[in-house]
């Protein structure tokens, strides 16, 4: 996605390093936000999934999710 569509958004070139830095950043600002906003949520409002799990068995973790949703 970087490759394609972040020159769209630039003034310059970035080099691999800059544009890097800023998927990082952006990774750990959305991160900070989930984590904020998952602590208002009430238990039975959430479910995560790991990817391995949904990889895996992906009809049974859909099941699981549709269940815990009820």
């Known amino acids: 996605m970087a490759d394609t569509t972040y020159g769209y958004s630039y ?3 970035p080099t691999d390093e ?3 830095r800023f998927i990082l950043e952006q990774y750990e600002l959305l991160f900070e936000s989930y984590i904020e906003g998952r602590a208002m949520l009430p238990p039975q409002d959430l ?4 990817f391995a799990q949904l990889d895996r068995d992906p009809e049974g973790t859909l099941r699981g999710i549709y269940s815990h949703f009820g």
């Open 18 to 20: 800059e544009v890097n």
């Open 47 to 50: 479910i995560e999934v790991p």
């Open 11 to 13: 003034l310059s070139t």
